[in-house]
């Protein structure tokens, strides 16, 4: 499903029309990306929480070179689904 089959499914179930639905959509997300860059977790009841997770710094190696590499220490975004559709996924449905 792309932005667009998105917009037009929420706007379709709102009762929005699909302008104010983008508008709502794209509110939320800023919202959520505001709080990521505050280090706050956004947990959304009945769905799952959105955190950002703090990577330590690390040695690879170059497979082809054999060349040992330091990758910096950064900050990635993790989401931990709500455990009912953990169960529903799993079930197949």
């Known amino acids: ?12 179930r709102t009762g929005y029309s699909a302008k104010d639905t983008q508008k709502l959509a794209s509110f939320l997300i800023d919202a959520m990306a505001d709080a990521f860059q505050g280090d706050n977790a956004v ?3 009945n769905f799952g929480v959105f955190e950002t997770k703090k990577k ?5 190696v170059n497979p082809s070179t054999g060349q040992r590499m330091l990758v910096p ?5 993790s989401f931990k689904p709500n455990q009912t559709w953990k169960d529903t996924l799993k079930g197949g449905r």
């Open 1 to 12: 499903m792309n932005n667009k089959e998105f917009i037009a499914e929420l706007s379709s």
């Open 43 to 45: 947990l959304i009841p």
């Open 73 to 77: 220490p950064k900050l990635v975004l």
């Open 56 to 60: 330590m710094e690390r040695v690879i």
